[in-house]
């Protein structure tokens, strides 16, 4: 009974020291990559994107059965990026017309939008792992910068950079 305690706190001795010492890795190599802090990839969803036969009736569908108002791309969430604070985050659902090449691949049926703080160092950073890029990151005036890249499974994905928007 004593030999199973001694092990039992000489175990636990041990787990807390690997613990200890995982924690420590992430500051190391952040430590290690010189000046620069560590870059936020995705800070959040900008967007839900989906195919359908019929854009139009689906906006009045999602409006009548789940209260969804209707703008002319679908519909824009908006919210704050923290608590009492006026910085606006707005997240896009929008239905799409099942015939559009938006999504590259026409078997594409969905397509998120991924918010990014910093779209031309997440490019470069991306390029380096050998991520594809499907075209240039493209600046959209009032709304921001824009880029599509495709997933580990060939899926496109929509990376965006919003302007920053304030509460009036």
């Known amino acids: ?19 200890m010492a995982l924690m420590t890795i992430p500051i190391t190599a952040q ?7 560590p870059m936020k990839r995705v800070t959040g969803i900008g967007g839900v994107f989906f195919k359908c036969k019929d854009p139009q009736a689906m906006k009045q569908w999602y409006e ?10 679908g519909y824009t969430f908006k919210w704050y990026e923290q608590r009492d604070s006026d ?5 896009v659902w929008s239905p799409f017309p099942e015939g559009t090449d938006y999504f ?15 779209i031309e160092r997440l490019v470069e950073q991306l390029r380096q792992e050998g991520v594809t890029i499907v075209d240039d990151i493209q600046d959209y005036e009032g709304i921001g910068k824009f880029v ?11 990376l965006w950079q919003p302007l920053e928007e304030h509460d009036e």
């Open 31 to 37: 430590t290690m990559n010189q000046d620069k802090e």
């Open 148 to 158: 599509h890249i495709l997933d580990g499974e060939g899926n496109r994905i929509e």
């Open 104 to 118: 590259g691949d026409p078997s594409q049926q969905v397509m998120i939008n991924y918010r990014v703080d910093d």
């Open 87 to 91: 910085l606006v985050g707005r997240t």
């Open 1 to 19: 009974m004593t030999t199973r305690k001694r092990y039992t706190a000489r175990h636990r001795l041990i787990v807390a020291a690997i613990m």
């Open 64 to 73: 009548k059965h789940l209260g969804i108002p209707q703008d002319p791309y």
